[in-house]
């Protein structure tokens, strides 16, 4: 269907699903799959010529910042234990 969509000018492309893309030759020559922490990532894909983007870590947990974003803007630690034993932030 895409050939014949391209043929008269409309753009069009199958879509996939992360997990098939991520099985592409060019994804893996560029780094894009990144092992970190036992579990797999993506990093940015592109590279430079001395190299390219790199995961050290994996993703911070839910919440984990919100106590030090929320005290720089003004909201005391009090409040911040108030609204999270509400629910209202992680």
């Given at each position: 269907m895409g050939a014949l969509l391209n043929a008269h000018h409309v753009p069009?492309?199958?879509v996939r699903y992360l997990?098939?893309?991520?099985?592409?030759?060019?994804y893996a020559a560029c780094g894009v799959p990144q092992e970190?922490?036992?579990?797999?990532?993506?990093?940015?894909?592109?590279a430079f010529g001395h190299g390219g983007p790199a995961l050290d870590h994996g993703p911070r947990a839910h919440g984990a910042d919100s106590a030090a974003v929320l005290q720089e803007l003004g909201i005391?630690?009090?409040?911040f234990e108030a609204l999270n034993s509400r629910g209202v932030v992680a």
């Open positions: 069009a492309a199958r997990e098939d893309s991520l099985q592409e030759p060019h970190v922490q036992r579990q797999r990532r993506t990093a940015a894909s592109f005391p630690p009090e409040e």
